[in-house]
């Protein structure tokens, strides 16, 4: 996640700090971050990983060309129930969903006080 | 206490999270664009040329809704659409509101990055639309 080139004011930047601060201390993104750190130090998990992804763009490729065999999908469903089997990748993926979960709740927070959604706001341009 | 109510418990934010989001948004809400933003809102919604311009495009953006989904809409109904949006766009309150919203969003933008780059995670990527 890229740093916006804009200065935020001297308060504004404090606060914002302030709240990461305590984000980072609060359960689901330490858990989050711990998670992290164990995939990364996990190199048969993060193989793992690499291979399915693989797959999966290998068998979108041949999806489009109508190319895909039984043997291939078959592989593809092998490799994902490798990574379902796979305590340190699951315990990602969990600790994962429920830090993002956390976080609507504290931009509620933030928006009634607000009056506005401030991640509406804050978000991506709309098309 | 079941089991799903404590797993609800633990996931919400504790005094201490919910403190530093307060003083957040106070801090936010202190600010010249987010102020400017507020006052352009109250001038706009006072506006009753706005406000009859702003009926007129939804009206008609409204009554093409299915057809502009099947991108079907005639020429006819897309210049009228065009012309109307274009009248709302020249209302001096619509325009100053719509400059008021965008400095307002550079800042929150400037401010989520920060606040994303810090955690590790995209705080309004998890705030998906309709979150609140």
Do not use: W
């Not at chain 1, 001297?10 to 750190?37: C, F, S």
């Not at chain 1, 699951?90 to 979960?101: G, K, V």
């Not at chain 2, 403190?19 to 009753?48: G, I």
């Not at chain 2, 009926?55 to 012309?83: F, I, T």
């Amino acid at each position: 996640m890229k740093a916006s080139s804009v200065t935020l004011p001297p308060g504004l930047q404090a606060a914002t700090e302030t709240l990461a601060q305590q984000l980072l201390q609060a359960e689901p993104i330490a858990r989050y971050h711990r998670a992290k750190d164990a995939l990364e130090k996990d190199a048969q998990a993060r193989s793992l990983l690499e291979r399915l992804s693989a797959a999966q763009a290998n068998l979108r490729v041949r999806q489009a060309r109508g190319s895909i065999t039984q043997d291939e999908i078959r592989s593809l469903r092998g490799l994902q129930d490798q990574v379902q089997s796979n305590p340190v990748i699951m315990d990602y993926a969990l600790a994962q969903q429920e830090a993002l979960a956390y976080l609507p709740q504290v931009n509620q927070t933030i928006s009634e006080l607000l009056g506005v959604d401030f991640a509406a706001l804050a978000g991506p341009a709309s098309c | 206490m079941t089991e799903l109510v404590q797993e609800e418990v633990k996931l919400a934010p504790d005094a201490a999270v919910l403190q530093a989001a307060r003083n957040f948004a106070e801090t936010l809400a202190d600010t010249p664009q987010f102020k400017a933003y507020e006052a352009a809102a109250e001038r706009r919604s006072r506006d009753a040329a706005a406000q009859q311009a702003m009926a007129a495009y939804r009206s008609k953006q409204s009554s093409l809704q299915a057809m502009l989904m099947l991108n079907a809409v005639s020429g006819r109904d897309r210049d009228e659409l065009e012309h109307l949006r274009q009248e709302l766009l020249s209302n001096p309150s619509v325009a100053a509101h719509l400059q008021a919203q965008e400095d307002l969003t550079v800042l929150c933008r400037a401010a989520a990055d920060l606040l994303s780059e810090r955690i590790g995670l995209s705080f309004t990527a998890a705030c998906g639309p309709g979150c609140c």
